[in-house]
């Protein structure tokens, strides 16, 4: 990602916060990466 591309950041890091809230976020890392 091109550090000048503000909207891009901005989008994808509330795509991360969405899934971080909803809980997929926790779903996806615990199918990969269990501990």
Known sequence: ???D???LLEKL???LKA???DGT???ISN???PE
């Open 1 to 3: 990602m091109r550090p």
């Open 13 to 15: 890091n509330a795509a």
């Open 19 to 21: 899934i971080k809230a």
């Open 25 to 27: 976020y926790q779903k």
């Open 31 to 33: 199918q990969w990466f």
């Open 5 to 7: 591309n503000k909207a």
